[in-house]
């Protein structure tokens, strides 16, 4: 999500919030009272780290308007001074750009901005509207206050369902504060195509990957990483091995590499619609949106019979350099699939192909994340391990339409979900 800055306290950002509640209902002189022609507006001195001052500061939280243009770009270079992508701050012309953005304002000037992407979310065949909240950033002076709370309770008020994908444990605490409902820890998967290049560049991080015996066994093993090579490679080919013998394949069918979306790939959304109970649906439209200006950043797979698209997957690659966690390592990851939950010789097709392909591509490591547990155990069958998740899931929806008790694994969330591949 790019919320970034010190970890708050569990309850920081709860607390924040209340406080300003508290503000808000006083009477007395105004000072932190609404302003009666602007609801969003605060009159508060000292908001962001509660010290007195001599000066009056006007605050305020706003959607963006054309108006805001330069604040916002005086707040992109500030939170972002490494990234010429100024979506974030909406001025980037497409329809994106007219999404819902929330800003807190002190004054003239961005402090704070959370970020919309709309989507169709497909719930037991029923589409409704939703949108990703993205970019979610503080500036660093006004963090551990009610400034993030502030706007998700703006961002809750302006769209229906919203949702978000995030690896920071402070921004959960924030949506979780203000309502949002935690699905859990989406399930992460790795198989190891390069024995020796993951030990090496893992050795000294398995603990970021494994956990409890396993995490205690890895650490144990890298001190002779030569015979850790070899047992990891060892242990993967069996898997693949024996996960062969369960495979299945598709008829007539064949897996080519495509480089766009045509209408087949709407229709493939209306036919499996209903079949997932809670996904973004992917029409072409959506996929064209998502990922089609940067299509040169992925592979797209697609399993065809004659004409008639089955299913796809997308696969993004690449090449780290001197990375603190990730090393020297090229990293193929699965970020999308789609296919037909009632074939699932199709899914087992297209992780094939997948493999192949990170093959082919001298790719050490291949990552997937996916919340579904049929996609899950088919990842298995494909010499794939479960490893600690880091992406959270949640939603905060004020229709009432998704049913509370829908567990995580029966929704169909992955990182090609929200901008959950930005650093795969």
């Not at 709370?149 to 920071?168: A, F, S």
């Amino acid at each position: 999500m790019g919320f970034h800055g010190t970890r708050e306290s569990r309850h920081g950002a709860r607390a924040a919030l209340q406080r300003e509640h508290r503000h808000r209902r006083r009477d007395g002189d105004g000072q932190r009272g609404e302003d009666q022609r602007d609801p969003g507006r605060i009159r508060s001195p000292g908001l962001s780290d509660g010290a007195p001052t001599t000066t009056r500061e006007t605050y305020a939280v706003r959607l963006y308007e054309p108006g805001l243009a330069q604040a916002c770009e005086r707040f992109t270079r500030r939170a972002w001074p490494k990234t010429n992508d100024h979506a974030g701050a909406g001025e980037n012309g497409d329809a994106e750009a007219l999404a819902p953005r929330v800003l807190f304002l002190k004054g003239d000037e961005v402090i704070g901005h959370i970020a919309t992407v709309p989507v169709r979310l497909a719930l037991a065949g029923r589409v409704v509207n939703a949108s990703w909240a993205v970019g979610l950033m503080v500036l660093p002076e006004h963090r551990n206050g009610p400034v993030a709370p502030l706007l998700v309770k703006k961002l809750n008020q302006t769209v229906e369902i919203g949702l978000t994908l995030h690896v920071e444990e402070a921004a959960l605490r924030i949506f979780k504060g203000v309502g949002w409902r935690h699905l859990g820890v989406i399930p992460q998967y790795i198989r190891v195509l390069n024995a020796r290049a993951f030990v090496r560049t893992f050795a000294r991080r398995g603990d970021k990957f494994l956990s409890g015996r396993s995490a205690r066994l890895w650490r144990a093993l890298t001190r002779v990483s030569g015979a850790v090579a070899a047992l990891v490679s060892v242990a993967f080919s069996g898997l693949a091995l024996v996960g062969a013998l369960r495979h299945q394949i598709v008829p007539g069918a064949t897996v080519v590499e495509e480089h766009g979306f045509d209408a087949s790939y709407t229709r493939l959304a209306e036919r499996t619609k209903g079949k997932f109970a809670a996904w973004v649906w992917r029409d072409a439209p959506y996929l064209m949106a998502r990922y089609g200006r940067r299509m040169g950043a992925y592979r797209l797979l697609a399993c065809r019979r004659q004409t008639r698209l089955l299913g796809y997957c997308i696969v993004k690659l690449r090449q780290f350099q001197n990375d603190p966690r990730m090393g020297d390592i090229r990293m193929g990851t699965i970020v999308d699939c789609v296919f037909d939950p009632e074939a699932p010789q199709v899914l087992d097709t297209l992780l094939q192909s997948a493999v192949a392909l990170c093959r082919r591509e001298a790719v050490d490591v291949v990552f997937c994340s996916a919340s579904l547990r049929g996609l899950g155990q088919c990842l298995r069958r494909h010499a794939f391990i479960s490893t600690p998740g880091t992406l959270h899931a949640a939603y905060h929806d004020r229709t009432g339409t998704i049913r509370e008790d829908l567990p995580l694994e029966s929704w169909h969330l992955m990182r090609g979900d929200s901008d959950a591949d930005a650093n795969c």
